[in-house]
């Protein structure tokens, strides 16, 4: 595959990849866990000269992680990690993916055993407008869930409530809580003060 890049590579059009890209320290090993294409790992390779591995189940992202110069490991998330030593990474990186595993908890609890810290992107099925679409009678589809109910990867969705609620079982410290929305600023305010209602989507930075 004969693929050219430029910048537009490492500017990284989803809010959320851009605020983990912005977070990251400079020369981290960083594992990212449905890594996609490998844009998030070729910005953070390029720009803090991190050392990254991505694991990927799509054989087509896969193709693209190579163009990029990505390593990829081809591995489901649902099998076991067991090949990642504990302690290996300071970041493993879960973005938009903890709704289309089957053990969100066991995930969870494998980031931490590989990795320092936890960033994990959540999309929040608690927004206000898949609540006004539930009202309504139908399963939300917007703009971070454009795909119909019968014809999505999401088999756990869940609010950012819900996510925090997993992590206090867990005895998982949710160290940093970035709420996102892609709408203005007066519901970007909102989003602050009550994520789970106004926040399409959150960062969650966590540890032991």
């Not at 099998?79 to 938009?96: K, N, P």
């Not at 993916?97 to 055993?113: A, H």
Request: glycine fraction near 6%; aromatic fraction near 8%.
């Amino acid at each position: 595959m004969n693929v050219k890049f430029n910048n537009n590579e490492i500017q990284l059009q989803r809010s959320d990849l851009a605020a983990i890209r912005d977070m990251i320290p400079e020369g981290a090993h960083i594992l990212d866990l449905g890594c996609g294409s490998g844009r998030l790992l070729y910005a953070l390779k390029t720009l803090k000269r991190a050392k990254v591995m991505g694991v990927e189940n799509d054989q087509q992202k896969i193709l693209e992680c190579a163009a990029r110069g990505i390593p990829v490991i081809h591995a489901s998330l649902d099998a076991a990690l067991t090949d990642f030593r504990d302690g290996s990474y300071d970041y493993v990186i879960l973005s938009r993916t903890i709704q289309s595993v089957q053990r969100p908890d066991i995930i969870l609890n494998e980031m931490l055993r590989i990795g320092e810290r936890g960033i994990v992107s959540y999309m929040n099925f608690g927004h206000i407008n898949a609540r006004i679409q539930m009202l309504f009678g139908h399963m939300p589809v917007n703009r971070n869930l454009p795909l119909p109910w019968y014809n999505t990867p999401t088999i756990r969705p869940g609010t950012a409530s819900d996510f925090k609620d997993l992590c206090k079982t867990l005895k998982i410290k949710i160290c940093r809580e970035i709420p996102l929305t892609n709408e203005g600023d007066y519901l970007r305010r909102l989003a602050v003060l009550w994520p789970n209602l106004f926040a399409s989507n959150s960062i969650f930075v966590i540890s032991k």
